[in-house]
């Protein structure tokens, strides 16, 4: 009896590890994915979904000074979400005259947003390869069941994760915004 007992948590053990395994292994694909979707789109092609099923695709990619280059997806939605930053309906595109709002979780591709710092750089590259340049300006937290996201008509960058960065429960109403200025777009940046 010992030894079946021993044996089933063995089996228990071995199948929790091999399904974080098959998530972890999923989620690095995507990356993968999007990323590719991403290149054939700046190779002068439409865009595209990263893969046949997908609700989101590719818009821009997002520089965080000191940080890793992030793909940024079309849509604020869950599902777009779980895969990377998200560009919100109704923004501006990178350079346009209207603020370019990028949402994203505070836990995974935002969870360093916390330490960008007033003057810091943040660089933006549309679907046509040029890379925007921002200077963050303000950072604020604002409760979002009293405050609508502020939405300018200037070239304006806000990104937006919820808030505290250290909670334990998702879903409260705080949300940390930074907001940088519009600097200049021309010459591709070293990342």
Known sequence: MRTL???LCLTAGLWQLGSA????AKAQLAQILIANAWEARLQGGAAQKPWPWAD???VARLQLAGQAPLMVLAGGSGQSLAFGPGMLA???HPGELRTTVIAAHRD???AGLEKVQR???VYLQDPHGRWHTYRVAEMRIVNSARERLPIFAERGLLLVTCYPFNAL???GPLRYLVYAEYQSAGKPVQL
């Open 21 to 24: 395994g098959w998530q972890l």
């Open 169 to 171: 429960t998702a879903g």
């Open 5 to 7: 007992c021993c044996l």
């Open 119 to 121: 003057g810091s750089a």
């Open 90 to 92: 109704g923004s501006g």
């Open 108 to 110: 995974t591709h935002f």
């Open 56 to 58: 989101t695709w590719p």
